[in-house]
């Protein structure tokens, strides 16, 4: 039960890592990980955002390279 729960708490934390990269990379918002002092703190939200720019990208190229997605002008 409780590696259940941690595999579902791991899960949500990359997907709100990846839904923070598609912010990023839609709007160019992006967290400040140098407003953060300590280095070591600094260093894990780096690598956690890191994660959602990974999984967003590999996303995004799989959409890319589907039949099933078109790329419709924007408006």
Not at 23 to 30: D, E, K, N, T
Not at 34 to 52: F, M, N
Request: zero cysteines; charged letters at 20%.
């Amino acid at each position: 039960m409780a590696l259940g729960r941690l595999f579902h708490y791991a899960v949500d934390a990359v997907l709100v890592s990846t839904v923070l990269a598609g912010i990023r990379q839609s709007s160019g918002f992006a967290i400040q990980t140098s407003t953060i002092s300590d280095p070591t703190l600094r260093s894990l939200a780096e690598r956690y955002l890191g994660v959602g720019e990974t999984i967003f990208n590999v996303a995004q190229a799989s959409a890319m390279n589907s039949e099933f997605f078109r790329k419709e002008p924007r408006k």
